[in-house]
Nanobody
Framework: VQLVESGGGSVQAGGSLRLSCAAS????????MGWFRQIPDKEREGVAG???????SYADSVKGRFTISKDNAKNALYLQMTSLKPEDTAIYYC????????????????????WGQGTQVTVS
């Protein structure tokens, strides 16, 4: 499976961005998909996850501001980010993991086997 993110960029605090992740090589519908982010010298952290049945999980820091969604027909994953803060600045990665991950595991990079190259989000 190949994953390619897009939609990153620079935005002022309070603004919005929508990240996209295009998948190829397999259909994402039966997998757990996630968005993660990383800043230099910090561990990669889970932002949002969506299961094969559509159930979602979010990090506390983004609840109410970010929305994860997917379009199985387009084989694409999205992350709508609103009310962006400077602390949201990071490289954002989409990832694919096995279906039926527990809620606790949906935001843990360890359980995801395929990763995109990342897209930079800068909030100033």
């Amino acid at each position: 499976v190949q994953l390619v993110e897009s939609g990153g960029g620079s935005v002022q605090a309070g603004g919005s961005l929508r990240l996209s992740c295009a998948a190829s090589g397999d259909t994402i519908g039966r997998y757990c998909m996630g968005w993660f982010r990383q800043i230099p010298d910090k561990e990669r952290e889970g932002v949002a996850g969506i299961e094969s049945d559509g159930s979602t999980s979010y990090a506390d820091s983004v609840k109410g501001r970010f929305t994860i969604s997917k379009d199985n027909a387009k084989n694409a994953l999205y992350l709508q980010m609103t009310s962006l803060k400077p602390e949201d600045t990071a490289i954002y990665y989409c990832a694919l993991g096995p279906g039926d991950l527990t809620v606790a595991r949906r935001l843990r990079p360890l359980y995801f086997s395929h990763w995109g190259q990342g897209t930079q989000v800068t909030v100033s």
